[in-house]
T-cell receptor, first 111, second 117 residues
Framework: EDQVTQSPEALRLQEGESSSLNCSYT??????LFWYRQDPGKGPEFLFT???AGEEKEKERLKATLTKKESFLHITAPKPEDSATYLC????????????FGEGTQLTVNP | KAGVTQTPRYLIKTRGQQVTLSCSPI?????VSWYQQTPGQGLQFLFE???????NKGNFPGRFSGRQFSNSRSEMNVSTLELGDSALYLC????????????????FGPGTRLTVL
């Protein structure tokens, strides 16, 4: 059974204070690892897909990396508007489009 | 390009009733997946439809069902509603014509907030 564990559950940062979110996973054949951002009461917003160990992707202050067992979402010099819940999900080679999600990391960036 | 749309956005029902939710995927996307999100369980996969066929199903009771139409629009139905069905129901579309790595990228709609009283 595919599993995703995210840590920490919650993270409070000061504006400009860089940090990383962790996503550990087990999957029977990884097709892709996905990162989403979710604001309260809204649907998840797609950020990145990573497909193979060693791959990295960047978008503004966010950088996602992937190893064979985990992924990191690095947030550089965050701003208050980066406050949201960040979700990690894996997609198996054997289950179509199905995504298995972690519980998320709730990030708060204080000005 | 318009995103995924879901209707209605909010719904209040009573126990025992049934409900139908609708999802219109991004133009050109052929796969629609449905998820249930609750504070206790997080995001849980319900089922996926591709070219009008159910391709994958999660661990939910038979009260939860869905279908997909020839234009890729999808509906999900929940019969005999229970209090525990209160949740945010999300649909996601993928499988655009471009192919390549972007084929698997799933884009979510805003969700339907279902409250069962």
């Amino acid at each position: 059974e595919d599993q995703v564990t995210q840590s920490p559950e919650a993270l409070r940062l000061q504006e400009g204070e860089s940090s990383s979110l962790n996503c550990s996973y087990t999957v029977s054949g990884l097709r892709g690892l996905f990162w989403y951002r979710q604001d309260p009461g809204k649907g998840p917003e797609f950020l990145f897909t990573l497909y193979s160990a060693g791959e990295e992707k960047e978008k503004e202050r966010l950088k996602a990396t992937l190893t064979k067992k985990e992924s990191f979402l690095h947030i550089t010099a965050p701003k208050p508007e980066d406050s949201a819940t960040y979700l990690c999900a894996v997609q198996s080679l054997y289950s179509g489009s199905r995504l298995t999600f972690g519980e998320g990391t709730q990030l708060t960036v204080n000005p | 390009k318009a995103g995924v749309t879901q209707t209605p956005r909010y719904l209040i029902k009573t126990r025992g009733q049934q409900v139908t939710l609708s999802c219109s995927p991004i133009s050109g996307h052929r796969s629609v997946s449905w998820y249930q999100q609750t504070p206790g369980q997080g995001l849980q996969f319900l089922f996926e439809y591709f070219s009008e066929t159910q391709r994958n199903k999660g661990n939910f009771p038979g009260r939860f069902s869905g279908r997909q139409f020839s234009n890729s629009r999808s509906e999900m139905n929940v019969s005999t509603l229970e209090l525990g069905d209160s949740a945010l129901y999300l649909c996601a579309s993928s499988g655009g014509q471009g192919g390549g790595s972007s084929y698997n990228e799933q884009f979510f709609g805003p969700g339907t907030r279902l409250t069962v009283l």
